[in-house]
């Protein structure tokens, strides 16, 4: 019995000392691993902000064992940075934020090894931008759009206004709003048409305005193709016709200019 527990424990010893030594060399392996933090944390995220306002974004490597050089992206665009600031962590600031910055993405990576990454999306709120033409000309009886761009974020309430009020709504009158654009589409212009057109967006912030003036004018007299056609014809039929009545006239000139010139 003494001996069975000796060998028996004796295999525990090697079992142990076995796990021991798997645990030693595997350890530092798990501890060496290099990582990013990109504000603090270790995935893509989000970034809310106002416009106006600072963003600060801050990459660091963590783990590493010797230097690392890290490398900011604007969308596709490479960031210039000094090389104080792109060892082992790097800051950009971005200031002061504007609309164009909204939905732009900033990547943070490592130089040795780019499928190492780190990326934030921006946020940015801010009030409704509009642009359009301030003055629009429209013949009588033909079709014509107005186009309010815009952006905005969030998202406004769009509508048009003429001289103050609701604009009409008709048979002869229809609204497209897209992402980015609001048209109010008029066909066979009236005389009753003319007057101030008002883009108008409405959010928690406030009303937000830009204005149009349709002028309608009377059509222009076009003759028809048929008509120049025919008097093109007729002069020349008249044209050829007098020619042929002076033909003598004509020929009996010729033969005194050439007698002359002999």
Known sequence: MNLFNTTVSGLSTMKLRYTQI?????????????????????????????????????????????????????????????????????????????????????????????????????????????????????????????????????????????????????????QYLGSDVFQLTITKAESTDAGNYTCQAVTNNGTFTTKITLIVVAKKAVLPIEAIAAAVVVGALIILFGMFARRNEIFKSCLKARNTSL
């Not at 801050?58 to 783990?63: H, P, S």
């Not at 690392?68 to 060892?87: A, H, K």
């Not at 090894?113 to 000309?137: G, H, R």
């Open 22 to 174: 798997f645990v030693i060399f595997c350890l530092p392996f798990q501890v060496s691993a290099i990582g990013l933090l990109l504000n603090n944390r270790t995935y893509d995220y989000f970034m809310s902000g106002n416009h106006s306002e600072e963003f600060n974004l801050i990459c660091e490597v963590f783990d590493n064992v010797g230097n690392e050089t890290l490398i900011w992206y604007r969308g596709s665009s490479q960031v210039n940075v000094s090389q104080d600031n792109s060892i082992n962590s790097s800051c950009i600031r971005v200031f002061p934020l504007s609309h164009e910055d909204n939905e732009e993405s900033f990547t943070c990576l490592l130089k040795s090894n780019t499928s190492m990454k780190l990326s934030l999306q921006m946020d940015v709120k801010f009030d409704p931008i509009l642009t359009a033409e301030n003055n629009m000309t429209v013949e009588l009886e033909k079709t014509v759009q107005l186009s309010c761009h815009f952006k905005a974020n969030p998202q406004a309430t769009m509508s048009w206004l003429k001289n103050g009020i609701s604009a009409p709504i008709g048979p002869r009158f229809a």
